[in-house]
């Protein structure tokens, strides 16, 4: 079974970074690629940042793209979110997710496990 344990949250004033972290056990993540989402009160879920298996190809959402950076660590299992200039609209539960594909993509259709989240707080 594949557990997958988001960390790195917290609040944060606008303007300011995070990382956040995916822990990923049960299974490697070497063969398939990544993905964070994210969901706030009130809104739709949003793939916000996507990265293959090999880590060379990386999307971004235009919410996020030129602020956020993904990347991974496939000898640790672990997948991250470097997340800069985050503005009051980047409140959200942040998920990280697990495709069935090797390529990057922001459509949920090819994703198929997450893990519970972690609470992004930015104030203004």
């Known amino acids: 079974q594949v557990h997958l344990v988001e960390s790195g949250g917290g609040l944060v004033q606008a303007g300011g970074s995070l990382r956040l972290s995916c822990t990923i056990s049960?299974?490697?993540?070497?063969?398939?690629?990544m993905a964070w989402l994210r969901q706030a009160p009130g809104k739709e879920r949003e793939f916000v940042a996507s990265?293959?298996?090999?880590?060379?190809?990386?999307i971004y959402s235009d919410s996020v793209k030129g602020r956020f950076g993904i990347s991974r660590d496939n000898t640790k299992n672990t997948l991250y979110l470097q997340m800069h200039s985050l503005k009051p609209d980047d409140t959200a539960v942040y998920y990280c997710?697990?495709?069935?594909?090797?390529?990057?993509?922001?459509?949920?259709?090819?994703?198929?496990?997450w893990g519970q989240g972690t609470q992004v707080t930015v104030s203004s």
């Open positions: 990265i293959n298996w090999s880590d060379v190809d990386t």
């Open positions: 997710a697990r495709s069935r594909r090797y390529a990057a993509t922001l459509d949920p259709g090819e994703y198929d496990q």
């Open positions: 049960g299974r490697t993540i070497s063969s398939t690629a």
